[in-house]
């Protein structure tokens, strides 16, 4: 009997490793999915964009560090385009979509309207979020108003 439960413990020990050895793999796969995906969806082009658009930022509030743009345009196209940066994104694409959903976008985003879409969007969400800024301060009066009611 001692020994019968041996052989069924062992069975399980197995079948346990086996789990977690093809866990880690599919983990492994989907990572590799997401890391594709954002080496694609977030080229060097787009990186350079947003450092632009960050420095841009960064300038108009910081006036007195135009001097030092140029330190401060390579600091933030090295931390971008660190692997530690791409990694953290990658995850977070990884919480959001499946594997498959991952291969599918990257599908699309190497179309041509894809990759037209990767090269606009920085602007895009830079010119949302100008628009965005200026409306919620033109609708802020109405607000106050009615809070004040």
């Known amino acids: 009997m001692k020994e019968r439960i041996m052989k069924i413990f062992k069975l399980l020990f197995i079948i346990l490793l086996t789990s977690i050895s093809l866990n880690a793999y599919a983990s492994n796969s989907h ?28 300038l108009k509030t910081n006036p007195s560090w135009k001097k030092n ?24 694409y990884m919480s959001e979509f499946t594997e498959n959903e991952l291969k599918e976008l990257s599908t699309f985003y190497a179309t041509s309207l894809g990759k037209r879409t990767i090269k606009s969007m920085p602007k895009v969400n830079y010119l949302t979020m100008q628009m965005s800024n200026g409306y919620f301060k033109a609708i802020m009066p109405e607000l106050v108003s009615i809070i004040n009611k």
């Open 31 to 58: 990572l590799d999915k997401a890391i594709d995906f954002v080496n694609l969806y977030h080229p060097q082009t787009a990186t350079e964009g947003n450092v632009e658009m960050v420095l841009g930022s960064i």
């Open 69 to 92: 743009s140029k330190e401060i345009r390579q600091f933030f196209l090295r931390k971008l385009s660190s692997n530690e940066y791409r990694h953290a994104l990658a995850r977070i």
